[in-house]
């Protein structure tokens, strides 16, 4: 099965329909991330398999789920979410926020590469930066536990912009460690192929916005 075919596949199963041009994007990523993986050390992973059905068709899978307008990824590292929910929906204004300058080296050229012209490259921490529009959600996958998430978005919760966490099995106990003073919404449930448990995209909102 080629690249093409295995994420044809895997985007089926969680629902999601994409173009041809999605789709070269997508393997342009994979190209890219060979290329950068041989430097640096960019998912833990160079296999391609792991990278589709893990990586790729995972963060494809939260694109039904999310609300519409501007949206930045914490943490971004190798651009997952952030460069596969830009390159399903190119419209879409992308704020990339990575700190680590190699990382952010990457993400500039890929969204290059990808012909993602929405896409902005921020190489700030969540928790100094001001957006310079408006957001309808802050993106995080595989960052930190949903209490430090809140601790590190709390600037941005703090202005009425809700903490869009993506999560594995664990997330209910996650959940039961946050403080008083946010309340959570559950956006949906899907599963990966060949996997048996749930992830889950959580909104995270401040209860009292300044």
Known sequence: MTPRQRLE?????????ATET???RLEAWLALHAQWSRKMNLTGTQDP??????????????VPLLPAGALADVGSGAGLPGLVVASLEPERPMYLLEPLERRAAFL????????????????????????????????ARA?????????????????????????GPGWR???GALVAGVRVVEL???????????????????????
């Open 9 to 17: 596949e895997g985007l089926a199963t969680v629902g999601v329909a």
């Open 22 to 24: 999605a789709l070269g």
């Open 49 to 62: 398999v792991e990278l589709i059905e893990r990586h790729l068709v995972d963060c494809a899978a939260i």
């Open 108 to 139: 500039r050229q890929a969204a290059l590469k990808l012909g993602l012209e929405a896409v902005q490259v921020v190489t700030e921490r969540c928790e100094s930066w001001q957006p310079p529009t408006a957001l309808a959600g802050v993106l």
């Open 143 to 167: 960052v930190a536990p949903l209490a430090r998430l809140v601790e590190l978005c709390a600037p941005l919760l703090n202005r009425g912009v809700p903490l869009l966490a993506m999560k």
């Open 173 to 175: 106990e996650e959940v």
């Open 188 to 210: 949906g449930r899907y599963r990966l192929p060949g996997r048996d448990h749930e992830h889950v995209v959580l909104s995270i909102e401040a209860e009292e916005v300044a």
